[in-house]
């Protein structure tokens, strides 16, 4: 499997912007998926995860009730919808599927 995430980008604080983890190969559908994100200086950070059929969804404490993942397995691509975006929000986004990671996608939240 091979993952690639778009969508980051600048946005001012309370902004929004929606990140998508496009994933290659025929096993997607059955995986659980993750975003982490890495801040300038600081260890890798949780940040949602959803279960294989979309029926559960995690989320780390700093993002719960702004941010929302779901997933189109028909797409083979995993969303997370970013809103109210805060400064501190500002890492490099990673989409992780078992032991596979993305490059990342950028995002800076300016305040």
């Known amino acids: 499997v091979q993952l690639v995430e778009s969508g980051g980008g600048l946005v001012q604080a309370g902004g929004s912007l929606r990140l998508s983890c496009a994933a290659s190969?025929?096993?997607?559908?059955?995986?659980?998926v993750g975003w982490f994100r890495q801040a300038p200086g600081k260890e890798r950070e949780f940040v949602a995860s959803?279960?294989?059929?979309?029926?559960?969804?995690y989320y780390g404490d700093s993002v719960k009730g702004r941010f929302t993942i779901s997933r189109d397995n028909a797409k083979n691509t995993v969303y997370l919808q970013m809103n109210s975006l805060k400064p501190e929000d500002t890492a490099v986004y990673y989409c992780?599927?078992?032991?596979?990671w993305g490059q990342g996608t950028q995002v800076t939240v300016s305040s």
């Open positions: 190969g025929r096993t997607f559908s059955i995986y659980r």
């Open positions: 992780n599927l078992a032991t596979t």
């Open positions: 959803i279960t294989w059929n979309g029926a559960m969804t």
